[in-house]
């Protein structure tokens, strides 16, 4: 067999996996549009839940009125567009998890296979269990914290002896600008609460270790306290709300990748390559030699 025969030989398969992989993302993509298609359609509830933490807010203010303007032009319709892609990637993600475990999957072993599908899982229930906690808990707190500079005006002659009105400070919120922030809100939170499963999966391949995890603890609490700072409102009852939350995550990582480093000790131990106390022979007779 000459050396073409071996290279064309070995080219086949990798054009074997490119034509698979072209064909999981062109349908990945599909099953994105359909998903985009069906929000775009419904944008405007979706866009009515997405505004309850602000009406649940103002309310509580006496306002009766939550709406939102349109400052430009086009800004509703990319409002529709933004609700779409979000939505989109949501209804789709199922679709294109399934997509890509059907990829990896042949090329892993049994427990490989067992390892990697329950991170495949539980890596959407983490990251929409974050998302509900910060529509549900956090964006409350936060939207009342902003709400909390507007002020009531009077008319001239009303306040003071010199007469002088006090200028009103009322929200007249834009709705591209407020989907933005509740989207960022959603997305940071669903990514912070990945952080079990990330350690988790790099504790699996031997990355990082419990002890070691332990032992960076307060420099993981001042990166915490930094990202509470930058995702959450200057409130302090949210950011702390964040970073015990965080924080609990973290060690909650700890608890697990320890639990995984003790399963693989006593597989290594049931299976005779794990030793309690490493000895090296050699070096036991020398100090047999030293004895004598």
Same mark, same amino acid.
């Given at each position: 067999m000459s050396a073409s025969d071996d290279i064309d030989d070995s080219a086949a398969p990798l054009i074997e996996h490119l034509a698979e992989l072209r064909t999981r993302l062109i349908h990945s993509v599909i099953a994105f549009i359909i998903g985009m298609v069906i929000c775009f359609t419904v944008w405007n509830p979706i866009f009515n839940f997405l505004t309850h933490p602000l009406c649940s807010a103002m309310a509580e203010r006496g306002q009766e009125d939550c709406g939102l303007i349109l400052i430009k032009l086009q800004e509703g319709f990319f409002v529709a567009i933004s609700i779409s892609l979000l939505g989109g990637l949501v209804l789709g993600f199922p679709y294109i998890s399934y997509q890509l475990w059907r990829f990896v999957a042949p090329g892993l072993y049994k427990n490989e296979k067992g390892a990697f599908l329950p991170f495949l899982i539980s890596s959407p229930l983490m990251f929409? +269990?974050?998302? @509900?906690?910060a529509f549900y808990v956090v964006t409350p707190l936060a939207f009342d914290?902003?709400?909390?500079?507007?002020?009531?005006?009077?008319?001239?002659?009303?306040?003071?002896a010199d007469g002088k009105g006090i200028a009103a400070i009322a929200f007249q919120g834009s709705a591209q600008e407020y989907l933005s922030l509740t989207i960022k809100f959603i997305v940071a939170f669903g990514l912070c609460f990945q952080l079990p499963v990330l350690l988790t999966l790099m504790g699996k391949a031997g990355l990082v270790s419990a002890e070691g995890l332990g032992n960076v603890r307060k420099y993981a609490v001042v990166g915490? +306290?930094?990202? @509470?700072?930058?995702?959450?409102?200057?409130?302090?009852?949210?950011?702390?709300?964040l970073f015990v939350v965080v924080y609990g995550l973290y060690e909650i990582s700890i608890m697990l990748v320890r639990?995984?480093?003790?399963?693989?000790?006593?597989?290594?131990?049931a299976e005779g390559y794990y030793d309690d106390e490493y000895e090296d022979p050699m070096m036991s007779?020398?100090?047999e030699d030293d004895d004598k």
């Open positions: 929409f +269990l974050g998302a @509900a906690f914290f902003f709400l909390g500079f507007q002020q009531a005006g009077t008319l001239v002659g009303d306040t003071g915490i +306290l930094i990202l @509470a700072a930058l995702v959450t409102p200057p409130d302090v009852i949210t950011q702390v709300i639990r995984v480093e003790r399963k693989r000790e006593e597989k290594l131990r007779n020398f100090d």
